[in-house]
């Protein structure tokens, strides 16, 4: 069933007839039962489920549902009638499953029974929930130091799972919360906190229709949010423009079929989408940043002194910022040959987006990981700010700063306090409602969690969902860590890589997934997740239970809970009957829950207040921020030195560390993963064409090699910025050290990693 290897241009628009037909494959392959296909349009309905794809927002009160490819991709995994069953872990040891493919493993489908690691026969082995529960309680309760167990996420949790999680974590006495968003929008959390007053995005999904220019930067929406795709395709109907961003040309960002557009399909017509491509260098982005900023002061001040209409925003910046006049003298001391060289964008195309700014009367700016995986994360993103804020950009129709989240509840689980940093008025609510003093000091996130774990500090790790072994950097410590570990616990779908990494005691739970019923004691239960635009909502699963003996992330925290706190203070029981109550106890704890369960029922959901978009800054200032950033570089250790840098991409057909398949076919990759992008012009260079074989060294912060490596890929010539080359992650993640982060966020420079090649002689 998979494709035969080739490469070739990739001519059609994003989605249209080529994702009508991958959604037919994902469903044929993974799906036997007619009925579960056709609750597949339950999907981002209401009284329908939430997409498990991504965190991009339905239209709002709307009977409308957008079902996209990988929407239907991510469905059809989970629904799959296929099953990974305790005989499939008789059959199997343990050390042979490690030598399959990341995507072989998970295509076995769903776990379906709860199974504890036996080294001496090196198989998994099936145990009763209540023989598990006790042991790992036993265990637990008996570490001298609370701080020595991590409490991992990955954002496909619930708000209530995620809410009863971190309760649990806290009452057994821990701030201990390595999350996928640590390896994700941390740099979001942190640095639009900083400059606005709320680390989460400031628009909704109608600022879309108002606005006259939207930027999309560091993101790749044809694969990874592709239902924002048709807010795009709108945008551009009006006539309104779209700038992109982009060290690579992503089809996603340039044209659209609409797979729910009739005539679009059956004429082959497509929309163009993005009609200004910038093909930035990787770690590039502050230095185009500051370049437009600067184009833009120099124009403004140009025109004041000839007694001309303004171009800033005076009123906005004097009433509601800080901050402006050291941006000011940071920007116009930024040197054009530093802007340039740095961003390898050309100053007449830097005064072309500037010119296309100062147009649009309103401005949103999107981004993604090509923003937020560097060092200078957190900088990169007050960059953009900055430049929102000198049109006075935030708080206002058709403007705004938008993050592309990742997991469909990445951004919910920390609104209900997944954090390694809670506030102390978030910890007072919690001491006054239940009645248990939970830890102040601050605990591990996910860089600090895997040092633990490497270093052998760390005895334990819960991990709710995920893969976490495999989507941190350096592989070879976090797979010896895992092994050092005295007790690991698994709540997962499927089975991946870090569950095989097995540690003294390790157990593998399976869950109901988002698509799935969850009947308890007061009948069927609904779930609530937070979009990437605020928005509060309801899940229903629909479907069947993948296996009798699955049980819901609530109920396996419930258990656990009770098993390893005999003394709680949590009504743990009385929430599992019936999850309205556990909603009731969130709403007395998290400001902006008021109705919880009433405003829930109502399709749509609600809002979470958002300050900023009100222009109420919650800063320390009072006021938003301009911040400053010493000179133009996003990561110090690669880009002044090195000739090449690396970014780690998503294919199209994966799910981070999920392989659905192995084509990228927007990218005109079919069949094989093991490829690198690289441009023509830099391909000669290094005296390369396609086709050739490499090996990637990457280097360390004084420019030498090291043995982290990744050998024999196959050279792509792909249309994008020199100096940069790109490759897949999971596969690359043991060129990335684990000290390769942001400071400030603690963000892994995913996206930025130092590298040489090395030809492969074909001969030898
Ligand atoms: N189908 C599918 N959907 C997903 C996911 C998935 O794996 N599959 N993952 C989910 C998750 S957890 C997340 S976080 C999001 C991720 O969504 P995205 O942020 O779109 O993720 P990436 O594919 O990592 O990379 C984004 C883009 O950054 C560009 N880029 C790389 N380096 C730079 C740079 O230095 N500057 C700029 N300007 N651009 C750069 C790359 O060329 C690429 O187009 O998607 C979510 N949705
Ligand atoms: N090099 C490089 N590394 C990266 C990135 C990159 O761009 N480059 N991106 C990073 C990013 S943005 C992220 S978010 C992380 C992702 O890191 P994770 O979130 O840890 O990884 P996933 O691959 O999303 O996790 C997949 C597993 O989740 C489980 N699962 C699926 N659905 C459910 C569910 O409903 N409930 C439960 N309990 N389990 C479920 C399944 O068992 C599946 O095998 O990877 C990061 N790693
Ligand atoms: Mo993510």
Same mark, same amino acid.
């Given at each position: 069933?998979?494709?035969?290897?080739?490469?070739?241009? /990739?001519?059609?628009?994003?989605?249209?007839?080529?994702?009508?037909?991958?959604?037919?494959?994902?469903?044929?392959?993974? %799906?036997?039962?007619?009925?579960?296909?056709?609750?597949?349009?339950?999907?981002?309905?209401?009284?329908?489920?939430?997409?498990?794809?991504?965190?991009?927002?339905?239209?709002?009160?709307?009977?409308?549902? !957008?079902?996209?490819?990988?929407?239907?991709?991510?469905?059809?995994?989970?629904?799959?009638?296929?099953?990974?069953?305790?005989?499939?872990?008789?059959?199997?040891?343990?050390?042979?499953?490690?030598?399959?493919?990341?995507?072989?493993?998970?295509?076995?489908?769903?776990?379906?029974?709860?199974?504890? /690691?036996?080294?001496?026969?090196?198989?998994?082995?099936?145990?009763?929930?209540?023989?598990?529960?006790?042991?790992?309680?036993?265990?637990?309760?008996?570490?001298?130091?609370?701080?020595?167990?991590?409490?991992?996420?990955?954002?496909?949790?619930?708000?209530?799972?995620?809410?009863?999680?971190?309760?649990?974590?806290?009452? /057994?006495?821990?701030?201990?919360?390595?999350?996928?968003?640590?390896?994700?929008?941390?740099?979001?959390?942190?640095?639009?906190?900083?400059?606005?007053?709320?680390?989460?995005?400031?628009?909704?999904?109608?600022?879309?229709?108002?606005?006259?220019? +939207?930027?999309?930067?560091?993101?790749?929406?044809?694969?990874?949010?592709?239902?924002?795709?048709?807010?795009? $395709?709108?945008?551009?109907?009006?006539?309104?423009?779209?700038?992109?961003?982009?060290?690579?040309?992503?089809?996603?960002?340039?044209?659209?079929?609409?797979?729910?557009?009739?005539?679009?399909?059956?004429?082959?017509?497509?929309?163009?989408?993005?009609?200004?491509?910038?093909?930035? $260098?990787?770690?590039?982005?502050?230095?185009?940043?500051?370049?437009? %900023?600067?184009?833009?002061?120099?124009?403004?001040?140009?025109?004041?002194?000839?007694?001309?209409?303004?171009?800033?925003?005076? &009123?906005?910046?004097?009433?509601?910022?800080?901050?402006?006049?050291?941006?000011?003298?940071?920007?116009?001391?930024?040197?054009?040959?530093?802007?340039?060289?740095?961003?390898?964008?050309?100053?007449?195309?830097?005064?072309?987006?500037?010119?296309?700014?100062?147009?649009?009367?309103?401005?949103?700016?999107? /981004?993604?990981?090509?923003?937020?995986?560097?060092?200078?994360?957190?900088?990169?993103?007050?960059?953009?700010?900055?430049?929102?804020?000198?049109?006075?950009?935030?708080?206002?129709?058709?403007?705004?700063?938008?993050?592309?989240?990742?997991?469909?509840?990445?951004?919910?689980?920390?609104?209900?306090?997944?954090?390694?940093?809670?506030?102390?008025?978030?910890?007072?609510?919690?001491?006054? $409602?239940?009645?248990?003093?939970?830890?102040?000091?601050?605990?591990?996130?996910?860089?600090?969690?895997?040092?633990?774990?490497?270093?052998?500090?760390?005895?334990?790790?819960?991990?709710?969902?995920?893969?976490?072994?495999?989507?941190?950097?350096?592989?070879?410590?976090?797979?010896?860590?895992?092994?050092?570990?005295?007790?690991?616990?698994?709540?997962?779908?499927?089975?991946?890589?870090?569950?095989?990494?097995?540690?003294?005691?390790?157990?593998?739970?399976? +869950?109901?997934?988002?698509?799935?019923?969850?009947?308890?004691?007061?009948?069927?239960?609904?779930?609530?997740?937070?979009?990437?635009?605020?928005?509060?909502?309801?899940?229903?699963?629909?479907?069947?239970?993948?296996?009798?003996?699955?049980?819901?992330?609530?109920?396996?925290?419930?258990?656990?809970?009770?098993?390893?706190?005999?003394?709680?203070?949590?009504?743990?029981?009385?929430?599992?009957?019936?999850?309205?109550?556990?909603?009731?106890?969130?709403?007395?704890?998290?400001?902006?829950? &008021?109705?919880?369960?009433?405003?829930?029922? +109502?399709?749509?959901?609600?809002?979470?207040?958002?300050?900023?978009?009100?222009?109420?800054?919650?800063?320390?200032?009072?006021?938003?921020?301009?911040?400053?950033?010493?000179?133009?570089?996003?990561?110090?250790?690669?880009?002044?030195?090195?000739?090449?840098?690396?970014?780690?991409?998503?294919?199209?057909?994966?799910?981070?560390?999920?392989?659905?398949? %192995?084509?990228?076919?927007?990218?005109?990759?079919?069949?094989?993963?093991?490829?690198?992008?690289?441009?023509?012009?830099?391909?000669?260079?290094?005296?390369?064409?396609?086709?050739?074989?490499?090996?990637?060294?990457?280097?360390?912060?004084?420019?030498?090699?090291?043995?982290?490596?990744?050998?024999?890929?196959?050279?792509?010539?792909?249309?994008?910025?020199?100096?940069?080359?790109?490759?897949?992650?999971?596969?690359?993640?043991?060129?990335?050290?684990? !000290?390769?982060?942001?400071?400030?966020?603690?963000?892994?420079?995913?996206?930025?990693?130092?590298?040489?090649?090395?030809?492969?002689?074909?001969?030898?």
């Amino acid at each position: 069933m998979q494709m035969k290897e080739k490469i070739e241009d /990739y001519t059609g628009p994003a989605a249209g007839w080529g994702a009508v037909k991958a959604v037919a494959e994902a469903i044929r392959e993974q %799906m036997e039962i007619v009925p579960d296909i056709i609750t597949m349009f339950e999907m981002n309905k209401p009284q329908g489920f939430d997409c498990p794809g991504c965190a991009w927002p339905d239209p709002k009160h709307s009977a409308s549902f !957008d079902v996209c490819e990988n929407g239907a991709k991510a469905m059809a995994w989970e629904a799959t009638a296929k099953k990974t069953t305790p005989e499939f872990f008789a059959k199997h040891t343990v050390s042979e499953l490690l030598t399959w493919a990341d995507y072989d493993l998970e295509n076995e489908g769903r776990l379906t029974h709860p199974m504890k /690691y036996n080294a001496q026969t090196d198989h998994y082995e099936p145990i009763e929930w209540n023989d598990a529960f006790n042991q790992i309680g036993q265990l637990l309760s008996h570490y001298p130091d609370p701080n020595s167990v991590e409490f991992y996420t990955s954002g496909r949790t619930s708000n209530e799972a995620a809410f009863l999680y971190q309760l649990f974590a806290r009452e /057994y006495g821990t701030n201990n919360f390595p999350d996928c968003s640590n390896m994700c929008h941390e740099p979001t959390s942190v640095g639009l906190a900083a400059a606005i007053g709320v680390g989460k995005g400031t628009v909704l999904l109608e600022d879309f229709d108002k606005a006259d220019l +939207v930027i999309c930067i560091g993101h790749n929406p044809g694969t990874n949010h592709p239902r924002m795709l048709s807010s795009l $395709r709108e945008i551009s109907k009006r006539g309104a423009k779209i700038i992109a961003i982009n060290p690579l040309r992503e089809r996603g960002l340039e044209r659209f079929t609409y797979p729910q557009d009739p005539i679009e399909m059956l004429t082959l017509e497509s929309t163009p989408l993005a009609e200004h491509y910038y093909k930035v $260098r990787i770690g590039g982005d502050t230095a185009l940043m500051k370049g437009i %900023m600067r184009v833009i002061i120099e124009l403004h001040d140009a025109a004041v002194a000839k007694g001309q209409a303004p171009i800033l925003d005076n &009123e906005f910046i004097q009433n509601h910022t800080v901050g402006f006049d050291a941006l000011k003298h940071d920007i116009l001391s930024t040197r054009w040959e530093d802007i340039l060289s740095i961003s390898g964008v050309t100053q007449s195309e830097i005064e072309q987006i500037a010119q296309l700014y100062i147009e649009a009367k309103s401005t949103i700016i999107c /981004y993604g990981m090509g923003i937020t995986q560097h060092q200078h994360g957190t900088q990169n993103i007050q960059q953009l700010v900055n430049l929102l804020l000198l049109k006075g950009n935030i708080g206002r129709d058709g403007a705004g700063i938008c993050p592309l989240r990742g997991h469909s509840n990445v951004q919910g689980d920390r609104t209900v306090g997944i954090t390694e940093k809670p506030s102390q008025a978030f910890l007072d609510k919690i001491e006054q $409602r239940f009645g248990f003093k939970p830890p102040a000091a601050f605990g591990h996130a996910a860089v600090a969690s895997l040092q633990a774990i490497s270093q052998g500090s760390a005895r334990a790790l819960i991990c709710m969902g995920g893969n976490l072994a495999v989507a941190m950097p350096d592989k070879d410590a976090c797979y010896s860590g895992m092994k050092k570990l005295d007790l690991a616990v698994h709540i997962g779908t499927k089975l991946n890589r870090s569950h095989l990494l097995t540690s003294k005691n390790t157990f593998l739970f399976p +869950v109901l997934g988002r698509t799935e019923k969850d009947i308890q004691k007061s009948g069927p239960q609904s779930i609530t997740v937070e979009d990437s635009m605020s928005m509060v909502h309801a899940s229903h699963g629909k479907l069947k239970p993948a296996s009798p003996h699955l049980k819901s992330e609530c109920a396996i925290v419930a258990g656990l809970a009770k098993a390893t706190l005999p003394h709680t203070k949590v009504e743990w029981d009385e929430f599992i009957d019936d999850y309205d109550k556990i909603r009731d106890a969130m709403e007395a704890i998290l400001p902006g829950f &008021e109705d919880y369960n009433a405003r829930i029922r +109502v399709p749509g959901g609600f809002h979470l207040t958002n300050a900023a978009s009100q222009r109420k800054w919650l800063t320390s200032s009072g006021k938003a921020n301009f911040m400053t950033t010493k000179g133009v570089i996003e990561d110090p250790k690669s880009a002044i030195h090195s000739e090449l840098i690396l970014a780690t991409l998503r294919s199209h057909d994966q799910y981070n560390t999920t392989i659905y398949g %192995m084509n990228d076919r927007y990218r005109g990759v079919f069949g094989q993963r093991d490829v690198m992008f690289i441009s023509e012009a830099q391909a000669k260079k290094q005296n390369l064409s396609a086709g050739d074989r490499v090996n990637i060294i990457a280097l360390d912060n004084e420019q030498k090699r090291t043995n982290r490596r990744l050998d024999n890929l196959k050279v792509v010539i792909y249309d994008m910025a020199d100096r940069c080359v790109a490759t897949y992650f999971p596969e690359a993640n043991n060129l990335i050290a684990l !000290d390769n982060f942001d400071p400030q966020s603690g963000i892994p420079a995913y996206k930025n990693i130092p590298i040489l090649l090395e030809k492969v002689d074909v001969a030898s």
